[in-house]
């Protein structure tokens, strides 16, 4: 029987994301193999872990160009050599788990496993195979470094994978995949029965609508953006999801009472009805994360893409400009000019959905398992 450990770290949900979704394909469909998925940094140390995350999530939210300067920062220069370094030191303590566990394969979703267990490998303490899942739209080094004792890495895209060749990964290696979602989002709907529960009319069109996001970012703007899209598009119904933002909520709740719009309008709290709602949306409104534009991808919708964290997120709205998927409504942008013309037509809309199609990669999960496993 072979062992599989899965490492991921909780900064962003879309890291644990795709490790659960590995999880669940290979306690599913391969019998022989005993995995099991663990964070990181928590195992290493809970108090650095708490005390990170939250550091994280609040640098995010309320210094996001801060956050964009630490994120640009980490490639090069002292950041980059300050990370690094770290983590050879926390290597040495997650060596234990893995003298312990003794597994076959790691499959990382996040830089600092990666980096940790080819450290491990470089320095001869480990002898087991090592797969980088990327979970974003552009390359970022910290990603790469070991990355000769790395022997998948599984990346969204055609540019990216060129972009990592150019930085001096085997082509071999390299595998366009896409990035890890649930298998949710490859099932049959039944579209009539998704209106029914969620009251909607299926003679509209449906727009979904998230605006609760992980750390809240640009309240005050997010709602403006509602406010904006039910006044002028009076002929589609909005499902707006604020996710466990109670004041979102709440606010969402307020436009929609003050417009009189309940009956186009439903605002959500957390929802596990996403691949259901995406299923009868025409185009998605939201924070462009990793996840979630893989999960948009995989259901052809167009993006009007908002609030996207500067870092990570802003290449991932780049991204997703440059292959006609999605239009980013930036700060200083024309709110209701943006909207008229990203609805101004059938044609425009379906243009864009075509583009994600082709983009999309909905066997992802199942892809990168056949190739760990069946090599």
């Not at 609040?58 to 983590?87: C, F, H």
């Not at 830089?111 to 303490?125: D, I, T």
């Amino acid at each position: 029987m072979k062992k599989v450990i899965i490492f991921y770290a909780s900064y962003g949900g879309g890291h644990f994301s795709a490790a659960k979704s590995i999880l669940e394909y290979l306690n599913s469909n391969f019998p022989s193999v005993q995995a099991e998925i663990i964070d990181c940094i928590k195992y290493i140390n809970r108090p650095l872990e708490k005390m990170t995350t939250i550091a994280y999530a609040q640098m995010a939210k309320k210094v996001p160009k801060l956050w964009g300067k630490v994120y640009s920062g980490s490639e090069k220069g002292l950041l980059s050599r300050i990370s690094k370094d770290t983590n050879k030191l926390m290597a040495k303590k997650l060596n234990r788990l893995l003298q312990e566990k003794n597994p076959d394969i790691i499959i990382s979703t996040h830089p600092f496993s990666s980096q940790m267990v080819s450290y491990l490998k470089r320095k001869g303490q480990l002898n087991c195979t090592l797969a980088t899942i990327m979970t974003d739209f552009a390359m970022h080094k910290q990603w790469l470094i070991g990355h000769e004792y790395t022997n998948y890495f599984f990346v969204s895209d055609e540019d990216m994978k060129q972009d990592i060749v150019n930085y001096g990964v085997a082509k071999d290696k390299i595998y366009v995949t896409g990035i890890p979602m649930s298998n949710k989002f490859t099932g049959n709907f039944n579209k009539q029965k998704i209106y029914e529960d969620f009251n909607l009319n299926p003679e509209e069109k449906v727009i979904l609508f998230f605006g609760g996001g992980e750390f809240g970012l640009g309240k005050d703007r997010t709602i403006q953006i509602l406010k904006t899209l039910i006044e002028n598009l009076p002929n589609y119904q909005i499902v707006a999801v604020s996710g466990k933002n109670a004041s979102m909520n709440d606010a969402f709740e307020q436009i929609v009472l003050n417009l009189n719009a309940q009956n186009r309008v439903k605002v959500l709290g957390f929802t596990d009805k996403v691949p259901e709602l995406m299923n009868i949306s025409c185009a998605v409104v939201t924070k462009p994360g990793g996840l979630t534009t893989t999960e948009s991808l995989a259901s052809h919708l167009p993006m009007l893409i908002i609030n996207p964290i500067p870092g990570q997120e802003e290449e991932n709205a780049k991204f997703l400009e440059k292959n006609g998927v999605g239009v980013w409504l930036k700060n200083n942008d024309n709110i209701e000019n943006v909207i008229y013309s990203f609805f101004s037509s059938d044609e425009n809309l379906k243009e864009m959905s075509n583009n994600a199609e082709k983009l999309s990669k909905k066997d992802s999960t199942k892809d990168i398992c056949e190739i760990i496993l069946n090599k």
